[in-house]
């Protein structure tokens, strides 16, 4: 469950989540229209994951105010299952999409979002805002043809764009009373349907008129035998475990940054079980799939809404758009919606990143950077993977470099190795080059107080040090390990001395340590 500052649903706070709603409702349509298309199915498959994802993840999600529907990172997974199987087994990929999300958040996987660095986040962000920055480019094209807008068409469009940002920037200086992209959305049309000015509209995209949608088994031939069922598993799988991956990560991404503006925290197996319950629904019921919507979400909350009537609101607009007011809706123009997402983009993007990366270690700026651009280039999962992973073997490569050691001789004649640093895998090849067996004293004490023996590797590298010695026909006594290395190296106890300041943490390993265990030097 979250832990976050309560939003109680005053009369005034219902009436800023509904409009609130109303507002994102509106931007939801090109999008799921638009999605719909990348995925190569009727556009009502994209509106219909629109309002389930949106309604079942605003009921029972981790964020109060998160917006879920058809997302272009999903459409871009699924694409080719469309192409070359239709749309059916589209839908069963959903459902098990949904399944996979559910043990997600039953094995409360998704803590592991934790993992993900700082600049990987700031990489997410801007990368996604120049992906909804570049979506909105297609509205620019001439409806029914690929080739852009010139001249005055092209005028116009940009035109009412600007005015439509416009007002959502000057707005809130004179007035609160209604959310400012709504505002923007209102004015440009009431302007656009007045002169009667000649631009595209959503209507141009496709018609969204449709009716409820309908529970409909996936029909797919997966349970008429045992083979059909392994080979249309065989199919879906891939699809559906790498469409799991992209939504939660995308979800719990946008989790944690709607989380930093309403100062929330937590939520994170909440959200899981939600995505997945929603995407389940969704596949039964005739849609696409999706995950959160961070532009959406940025709508939403910079809007106003905060609990989750805002998210309950969209998704029944959004409904009722589709049911009874498609011939309204179909007449916005689509620069109104552009200029929405345009200042979702402005204030999506990190801008304060470019003098972080000033300030910041060259990796992690480096690691901004390539986020960024992977996001944009490839997709959000592989983005934050890649992400990870760098500043991952970065880090390791840090603390890799920080283990050396200070000698001394004491007054006996036995010569005291003080290692400094962690003792892991990146460091155990460094470690054993700090000593020198063939020159050193009958007797070498190797004080650990100052260490920290992380892993299998490090043991490994303990066994090969006390061979070399014992080859050299001298003497190592391992001083101030872990009372769990003790338990550890207890077959080689004549190694040890004991210490009342021995360190009690914890090892992640459960190795019995003696020479020769480990195979130490093969």
Known sequence: ???????????????????????????????????????????????????????????????????????????????SL????????????????????????????GKFIRLVPHPVMLGFVNGLAIVIFLAQLTQFKVPGTDSYMTGLSLA?????????????????????VLPAPLAGILVTAAVVIAFGIDVPRVGD??????????????????????????TVLGIIFPYALIAAAVGLIESLLTLNLVGEIKGERGGVSQECLAQGAANVVTGFFGGMGGCAMIGQSMINVKSGGRTRLAGIAAALFLLLFIVAASPLIEQIPLAALVGVMFMVVIGTFAWNSFTVMRKVPRVDAFVIVLVTVVTVLEDLAVAVVVGVIVSALAYAWQNARRIHAKSYETPEGAKVYQVQGPLFFGS???????????????????????????????????????AKYEAAGKRIQLRHLSRDCHRLLKAAGHLMIDSDDDPDYEIATDYQVRTGVLGAGH
């Open 1 to 79: 469950m979250s832990s976050s500052p309560s939003y109680p649903l005053t009369p005034a706070q219902a009436k800023t989540d509904l409009l609130s709603g109303l507002t994102v409702a509106l931007a939801l349509v090109p999008e799921a229209v638009a999605f719909a298309f990348v995925a190569g199915v009727n556009p009502l498959v994209g509106l219909y994951a629109a309002f389930l994802m949106g309604l079942v993840t605003a009921v029972f999600g981790g964020r109060p105010g998160m917006i879920s529907g058809a997302t272009g990172a999903i459409a871009v997974v699924l694409v």
């Open 428 to 466: 155990a090849e460094g470690f054993l080059e700090l000593f020198d067996p063939a020159q050193d004293p009958a007797l070498v004490i190797v004080d650990f107080s100052d260490s920290r023996v992380a892993d299998q590797s490090a043991l490994n590298a303990i066994e090969s040090l006390a």
């Open 82 to 109: 469309v192409a070359d199987h239709g749309v059916e087994y589209l839908f069963a990929t959903v459902v098990l999409m949904g399944v996979l999300q559910l043990l997600a958040g039953v094995f409360r996987l």
């Open 205 to 230: 995209m496709a018609t969204i008129k449709g009716g409820l949608p309908e529970f409909h088994i996936p029909a797919v031939p997966m349970f008429e035998s045992p083979e059909q069922f392994l």
């Open 156 to 176: 116009i469009m940009l035109g009412l764009v600007g005015l439509t940002m416009a007002v959502i920037h000057f707005l809130p200086k004179l007035t609160t």
